[in-house]
């Protein structure tokens, strides 16, 4: 199963950075084992989009709304995003779960929608510390994986990223013995044909690491995403 680096780049930048942000992930693209991916904001898709024709990297959404047209503002369709490039989209985020009120029925709504216009769903699971200090951590996000993946997630090739909420840009992540034991759980519930991301705090240092574990497919990279070297070196961590 090939590798896949995505870079959600959340709310951050403005056009010219995101322009220059596109061009050094472009610029290091050739050659890498992994598949490449980066989420900008909304606005800059398009231009995202462009700057990386012909080249090995993938353009995503970071959310997009579970219809397609209508009274929404503020959000953004999944036709919308395939029309401005993008291939991927993350779903059920934990900043979107706690920001946006997201349920799992949400969530699994939303992916339906992207399926059917041709966007390959991430949808995101993670516990909060509370709940691993109280050893729910493996039962939260086997809920969260029966709750939000549609029917015909794995053969649309969705994509499943554990993000620990107490890890993701805190700087701190659980051990690998903790990540190998979460994504066993997650193999377990989606079979072998869905690949399996880790994100929370995932830096060049611990990138190896990380991705050398069992069933750890490849990363959902936040703040290291924003720096090309950083993004880049996470990537060739892969293999």
């Known amino acids: 199963m090939r590798p896949l680096i995505a870079g959600n780049w959340k709310m951050h930048g403005t ?18 084992k992994a598949e490449l991916l980066v989420c900008p904001p909304f606005p800059y898709i398009h231009g995202v989009a462009a700057a990386m024709l012909g080249q090995p990297v993938a353009v995503g959404g970071q959310d997009c709304h579970l219809v397609v047209k209508g009274a929404h503002t503020g959000d953004v369709a999944a036709p919308m995003l395939r029309d401005c490039g993008a291939t991927y989209v993350i779903l059920g985020h934990s900043e979107r779960r706690a920001d946006h009120d997201e349920t799992d029925a949400v969530v699994k709504a939303k992916a339906v929608t992207a399926i059917a216009h041709d966007l390959i769903p991430i949808v995101c699971v993670g516990e909060t510390l509370a709940q691993r200090e109280a050893g729910e951590a493996e039962a939260v996000v086997r809920a969260q994986i029966a709750g939000s993946l549609p029917d015909g997630f794995a053969a649309a090739g969705g994509v499943v990223a554990y993000e620990p909420v107490w890890a993701i840009g805190t700087g701190k992540t659980p051990t690998e013995a903790d990540i190998a034991a979460i994504h066993a759980a997650l193999r377990a519930a989606v079979g072998p ?3 399996l ?3 929370g705090s995932v830096k060049p240092g611990n990138a190896a690491a990380i991705l050398g574990l069992p069933n750890v497919d490849g990363a959902l990279v936040g703040g290291a995403s924003l720096v090309p070297d ?10």
């Not at 950075?17 to 050659?31: F, I, K, M, S």
């Open 230 to 239: 950083d993004f880049l070196a996470i990537a060739r961590a892969a293999g």
């Open 15 to 32: 056009l010219r950075e995101a322009a220059t942000l596109a061009e050094g992930v472009r610029a290091g693209a050739d050659g890498l």
């Open 197 to 199: 991301l880790y994100g």
């Open 193 to 195: 044909a869905t690949r």
